[in-house]
Structure formats: C-alpha cells, structure tokens
C-alpha cells in the first residue's frame, strides 16, 4: 500500500471485518514437502490452488533450487507476479542470487513486481542500515526498471535501524509482523499486530516527509502455526487458533488497506528443527494455509 496519510493508531484496537482494500500475498517455499526442488509444474500446481486467493507470491533466494527460471515459467502459464528474494548474508548468495536474476529478469519484467535484499537481515544484526542500503543500491542498478527493497522485522523500521534505507530512496518495504513470537496470547494477537505495523509505517513516513506517498509499504509477513506446531510462550499453535488470527489479524490489516503477504502458502515438513529465543521449539513446519500436499487446513474468507 501507499500511504499518503496517517492512519491513527487507535484503529489498531479494533480493525473492521469488511471487504478487503488491500491485496492478499503468499510466502512461497521452492522445495516439496521431501525438500526435493520444485520445477514448473510443482509451482503451476501451487499457483492453482493459491489463484482463490491471490496472483502473488514472494521467494527469498533467487538461486535456491534455481528456482528463478521455473517460477517465471508458472508464473506466465498462470498469470501469477512474483517478488523475488535475494540472500545476501554471505558474499557467494548475493552473488550467486544476482547472477540468477540477471539471467531470468530481463524479458520478464512483465510478472516480476519487485526484489527484495535482505530478510531480517536488520534484525540478526547482519548489516547496519549504511551497509544494507549499499547492497540494495548494487542490485537497483542491475534492474532499473525494477523496485528493489528489503523485508526486515517491525521493530527495525520502528526504532530506526533502518533510516538510512528510507533517507536513501528506498521506496519498497516489507515489514514482518508476529504477534506469535512475541508470545502473545491468541486474544492480544490481532491489536498486537496492527500495534507493531503502526509503528512501523508512522516511523517511515514521518521520515519521508513528502515522499511518504511514494513509498510502498506491506506485511511482508505474518501468519499462526496450525496443529502439529510448536507453542511459543503465551502464544499457543493450533489450528483454531491460525483460523482466527487470519480472519481477524490478516483480514484486518487488509481491509485497513494494507498489503499482506502470509507466512506461509503451503507446510514444508523438510525443514529443520529450530529453538526459539526462549530456549524452546520453534519450528517452522507447519505455518502453512495448506498443508505439504496442497490441502486447505481451515475456510478462508475475509
């Protein structure tokens, strides 16, 4: 969404349930549930089950799988945009991210909406603002005709870790919101969400000034674990519980007229175990809307 005027906090407090402004996205994995490469096919198939709700998906990693050359090919077939991922945590993925784009972009500018450097790279304390801001500029010049930005969790944009991406002419921004980690009770999750995006988007755009209405701003990504996933504090992982943060958190924030993109389309079993900030299981095998084998989990509907 480009906002052009602030939105006041206190609607945070209570979103209303009505037909969605803003435009339903998807986190999409490159592997099958056996952590095999997914071709083509594997991503027309994806494609046909997430065109109920959407004709966009974002990746992380362009090279990952070489996932770049099957993804445009679905996403012609299927009539799908795609926001590309580049890794740049270590030198060989940035590069190896960049070469893949620079062999799949040009002559597909046509369903590739933008590419972001950096997933919660602020976060991890990979790169300072200064440092992010550089690499984003490397790819920027690569692909003129492209928006290129970064995903990084909320908080990073709200206390400034990221000031110098917004003073720099970044104009595309994710923004991660989780209510779960931050070990919220399913009751607190939604006002927790819009509280954290608030914060986020009003830092921004008192930095921009001017060019605020320029600037793109979504959620990059938020979601609830479903049965079979871990607890984390006071948030607890069900199914009931996903059922509700999408039909009042996500569905909210989009008929707040903000773009969201949720963690995650489809479960990816394959990926590893993983502990939490509070030294407990934290994995992420089951965010999907879908379970691994394309199979709706609960009714959607905004």
């Known amino acids: 969404m480009r906002f052009s005027s602030f939105v006041p906090l206190a609607l945070a407090a209570a979103p209303v349930a009505v037909s969605a402004a803003g435009q339903l996205g998807f986190a999409l994995g490159v592997k099958n549930a056996d952590g095999s490469c997914k071709a083509a096919a594997d991503f ?8 109920a709700h959407t004709n966009t998906v974002r990746t992380y990693a362009a090279s990952d799988c070489n996932n770049a050359p099957a993804i445009v090919k679905a996403a012609k077939s299927k009539d799908f945009k ?5 890794w740049p945590d270590v030198e060989e993925s940035f590069e190896a991210d960049k070469a893949a784009l620079k062999k799949t972009v040009p002559g597909n500018e046509d369903v590739i909406t933008a590419i972001t450097v950096g997933s919660e790279t602020l ?5 300072t603002g200064p440092e992010l801001l550089e690499k984003i500029q490397d790819v920027q010049k690569l692909f003129p005709t492209v928006p290129v930005g970064t995903a990084d969790s909320w908080n990073k944009y709200a206390d400034g870790t990221a000031d110098a991406l917004i003073a720099g002419g970044v104009k595309y921004f994710l923004v991660n919101a989780f209510a779960f980690w931050q070990g919220q009770d399913i009751k607190n999750a939604t006002a927790t969400f819009f509280d954290d995006m608030m914060q986020a988007i009003n830092h921004i755009q008192q930095l921009a000034g001017s060019n ?3 600037i793109y701003i979504a959620t990059g990504e938020t979601g609830w674990p479903t049965d079979g996933g871990t607890d984390y504090d006071d948030a607890k992982a069900g199914t009931a519980n996903a059922k509700r943060f999408h039909d009042e958190g996500v569905c909210g924030m989009l008929a707040w007229g903000v773009d969201v993109f949720f963690f995650e389309a489809f479960d990816e079993p394959w990926k590893p175990k993983s502990m939490g900030e509070n030294g407990y299981a934290a994995d992420e095998t089951h965010w999907g ?14």
């Not at 027309?44 to 065109?51: I, P, T």
């Not at 976060?123 to 790169?127: K, L």
């Not at 691994?292 to 959607?300: E, F, G, I, M, Q």
């Open 44 to 51: 027309e198939k994806d494609f046909d089950v997430l065109k």
């Open 82 to 86: 795609i926001i590309f991922g580049i």
């Open 123 to 127: 976060y991890r304390g990979n790169f």
């Open 212 to 214: 605020a209405k320029d």
């Open 289 to 302: 809307m879908y379970t691994a084998d394309r199979k709706p989990k609960y009714t959607v509907s905004c």
